[in-house]
């Protein structure tokens, strides 16, 4: 598994596709990691078999990438930090960013901070106000609080969402 070094730390990572495709960075939810919340899910695979490229890391102290005694390993602004240098490691420039839970609290806070670098944002797992997300200066797209999101990824729904960002550019 490859890693890289993010503010001192290793980071876990997977790419998958081909680099002229769109990027699409998947963030992970607490308590899980990119393997169990991307991988095993499905979404790995359907986005690949649409053409688009997929970057998925394990945050820090998640899953595989390392967990620094004595330090703060869960802030946001450290969490962007890795999530730049993955961005600058992967060579993506601008990307759509599908962000679970804390991974939705991470690209909403990306797109704050940084608008340029992301084409579009979907959240999932996260009581996001919806007048928030209008005020967002890139296309936005929740995936409703239900249990069936985790049974039933609603995979056409946002591969839809994507390729109509896609198009408008």
């Known amino acids: ?76 602004d450290v969490f962007l930090g890795d999530l730049e240098e993955i961005l600058r490691y992967a060579n993506a420039r601008s990307v759509d960013l599908f962000g679970w839970g804390l991974g939705a609290e991470i690209g909403l806070e990306l797109v704050k901070r940084k608008p340029g670098r992301v084409r579009s944002l979907v959240v999932g797992g996260l009581a996001a106000n919806a007048g928030e997300l209008a005020k967002l200066p890139v296309p936005s797209f929740v995936i409703p609080e239900t249990g069936a999101a985790a049974s039933q990824p609603p995979f056409d729904a946002v591969l839809e969402f994507l390729d109509g960002v896609e198009r408008s550019r």
């Open 1 to 76: 598994m490859p890693t890289i070094r993010a503010n001192d730390t290793w980071i876990r990572f997977e790419q998958k596709g081909e680099p002229g495709w769109p990027t699409v960075v998947l963030v992970h939810g607490e308590k899980s990691s990119a393997d169990a919340q991307w991988l095993d899910t499905g979404w790995v695979e359907r986005l690949s078999a649409a053409k688009r490229r997929s970057v998925r890391f394990d945050l820090r102290g998640h899953g595989r990438s390392e967990r620094r005694r004595g330090t703060v390993n869960d802030s946001l």
